[in-house]
């Protein structure tokens, strides 16, 4: 079977998109990388660390100790909580982008609190302008 050629597999057309993953014909998309999240979300999502049971009888974890950590992303959207899970080559990447993307809400909320006060400061010299003014016209 060729790349460029669409070939029936039970019954349902399926073609390979330009990643060279193979989806079927529902309108589904592929899933966005860990890196593109933590991009491209609203908000800044949590990077958390969890640990899993595999569910083998004899396993070790069983007794208690899990396996793990594994990595994912998690955030809200509205009250919905929504997680996207990081691969282990990702990691590092997804800790650089959401360290990136602090540091610059940081830096936006520092210059917004500069604005503010001197917002502030240009409303309270308004007000003394007027005031002086005031005087000075009920003065003459």
Not at 31 to 47: D, N, Q
Not at 66 to 94: F, K, Q
Request: proline content about 3%; aromatic content about 6%.
């Amino acid at each position: 079977m060729r790349g460029d050629e669409r070939a029936i597999y039970r019954g349902r057309a399926k073609e390979t998109n330009v990643n060279g993953d193979k989806r079927f014909l529902t309108g589904a998309m592929a899933s966005p990388s860990a890196i593109e999240v933590a991009e491209t979300c609203h908000k800044i999502p949590a990077l958390l660390p969890f640990w899993t049971r595999c569910g083998k009888v004899n396993c070790r974890c069983t007794t208690g100790q899990r396996h793990g950590p594994y990595w994912l992303l998690r955030w809200r959207e509205g009250s919905t909580h929504r997680r996207h899970y990081v691969r282990a080559s990702d990691l590092d990447a997804v800790r650089a982008t959401i360290e990136r993307r602090r540091r610059a809400r940081s830096a936006e909320r520092a210059t917004f609190a500069a604005d503010l006060a001197l917002l502030h400061r240009l409303g309270t010299l308004r007000r003394e302008l007027e005031g002086s003014l005031a005087e000075a016209g009920n003065e003459r």
